[in-house]
């Protein structure tokens, strides 16, 4: 298929007038060039109201209004990326994503061979071709690394310090229906914490085009190579919010559906989209102000909860503790509404706790070490 992953456009972001009763959302709507070679608690910062590649000022006042008294949750992100530069890994964890992408481009509109993990989880053809091209760019320069991929398990020495997390093609089932919101997702953990992340999210129907998330701890999260920031919304009836449903309808499941009933009543609504690393992306870059689940596994959620915090959201369990990405629950946000969200969700999982629901870690690696 001839379809183009990157699109070479110089023009400058642009951010929408939006009326000041209504919370401001960040929009980079243009794609750019990405180079590569083939070998919290945080607080929040200022967005610029003046574009360096544009010549008009921009009105962007309701953007850079601050959030006063915002509680800090515990950073998840890595100290740093370990012996490895940022620059160097980065560029292969988005190379490795770009080759999973391309993989995925070239099955859309294709049949598909599909096949089940269970009743209803769909796993495809293209879904293991995705992983295998991630693989051998991982392999071609890191042999020495650990993979959790979400298709073919534990590859790799236990005792490297690096974890990469993959998720081949995340969203399964929207690409198996041509639903669009589907990505591949690539997150990599230094001693436990996630280090650096790729999402290559794909378009729909008539647009297929591709937009690239990428964070590296310390260094910002980004969109097309420009930083993004959530959006500073702090009252819930004025947040879009996302949550997600395992395929096992059990207590957590039910509990879930609960909270998704009472936050559609509390707020502008509740989506759920069926992919956890575009519904972080979408966090992370003000388009949706939070969203949680239950029962996430590491491939899942390793690049998407670095992107946000990243980008100056927030990050913690769904009972409101620290976060590592071998939980069981997950809730991120804009960091404006994360303790009035929790004021609901934690007691919810608490009670879960309470009858027994495991919430210990897992799919950890045995014998993985980490600072945890």
Not at 17 to 31: A, E, G
Not at 54 to 63: E, F, G, P, Q, W
């Amino acid at each position: 298929m001839e379809r183009s992953l990157v699109f070479s456009t110089n023009i400058p972001l642009r951010f929408s007038r939006t009326p000041r009763s209504i919370s401001p959302r960040f929009h980079p709507n243009q794609y750019q060039p990405h180079k590569f070679s083939a070998k919290s608690s945080t607080g929040y910062r200022k967005v610029g109201i003046f574009n360096t590649n544009s010549k008009r000022k921009l009105c962007t006042r309701a953007l850079i209004s601050e959030v006063s008294n915002q509680r800090q949750y515990p950073k998840v992100a890595a100290k740093s990326t370990g012996p490895i530069p940022p620059s160097q890994l980065i560029e292969v964890v988005e190379t490795a994503a770009k080759t999973g992408a391309e993989v995925v481009m070239d099955a859309v509109n294709k049949p598909r061979n599909i096949t089940y993990k269970g009743l209803t989880d769909l796993v495809t053809d293209t879904d293991k071709m995705s992983e295998v091209a991630i693989l051998d760019v991982v392999k071609n320069n890191f042999g020495d690394h650990l993979i959790l991929g979400e298709e073919g398990g534990i590859i790799g020495d236990t005792s490297s310090g690096y974890l990469w997390c993959i998720d081949p093609l995340d969203g399964t089932t929207n690409f198996a229906h041509c639903y669009p919101s589907f990505a591949v997702s690539v997150g990599v953990l230094f001693q436990g914490n996630p280090a650096a992340a790729a999402v290559e999210f794909v378009g729909g129907p008539m647009c297929w085009n591709t937009r690239t998330f990428t964070a590296t701890a310390g260094g910002g999260a980004f969109c097309n190579g420009q930083k993004i920031h959530p959006s500073k919304t702090d009252k819930v009836e004025q947040s879009l919010l996302v949550t997600g449903f395992g395929y096992d309808h059990d207590d957590a499941w039910i509990t879930n559906i609960e909270l998704f009933k009472e936050f559609t009543d509390i707020s502008r609504g509740v989506r759920r989209l069926g992919a956890a690393a575009v519904d972080m992306c979408h966090v992370a870059l003000g388009v949706a102000e939070a969203y949680w689940e239950y029962r996430l596994k590491p491939w899942d959620m390793a690049a998407g909860v670095l992107i946000v915090e990243e980008a100056g959201g927030a990050v913690t369990r769904m009972d409101g503790g620290k976060f590592c990405v071998f939980d069981r629950s997950v809730l991120v946000s804009n960091g404006a509404v994360h303790a009035k969200l929790l004021e609901r969700i934690a007691p919810a999982t608490e009670k879960l706790k309470s009858k027994g629901i495991d919430f210990s870690f897992w799919y950890k690696p045995e014998n993985y070490v980490t600072d945890l």
